[in-house]
């Protein structure tokens, strides 16, 4: 058995905010949500790689929605590209079918060999409110 005399005592130092960067502001009468609506006005499926903002309501989860985009091109970044532009439009279609409005918390993994490049794209199709 150790003997737990041995064992150094310590204490975390309190780092405190000494240093951070300063906290985001906002004017009063600025929207800070104005970049969000302005690609969901422009897109028919707002796609988001984590929460939405705190001020819009998920009124529906809809449900898990995944989709594949596949490509095969010379060029291995324009694979990549085309293979996940395919699959986000083909995420953005399965969420609009299930009558989401968004697809929130979207993840993308991409494989490839030699020439060719699958992506695979998922995350949770909700319907929301501002």
Known sequence: MPDESAVPEFSLPDWGTEGAPPEPSVPADADADADLVE?????????VAGALPSRWNVRTVHGL?????????????????????????????????????????????????????????????????R
């Not at 690609?39 to 796609?47: C, D, F, K, Q």
């Not at 594949?68 to 609009?96: I, M, N, P, R, W």
Request: hydrophobic content about 50%; proline content about 1%; charged content about 25%.
């Open 39 to 47: 690609i969901a006005v422009e897109r028919p499926m707002l796609l």
């Open 65 to 129: 929605v995944t989709a594949f985009g596949k490509s095969e091109k010379d060029d291995h970044l324009d694979a990549v590209e085309s293979a996940t532009a395919k699959a986000l439009d083909d995420l953005s279609e399965k969420a609009q079918a299930m009558g989401a409005n968004a697809v929130v918390d979207v993840d993308v993994a991409v494989s490839g060999r030699k020439s060719k490049v699958v992506v695979t794209a998922w995350g949770t199709a909700v319907s929301f409110s």
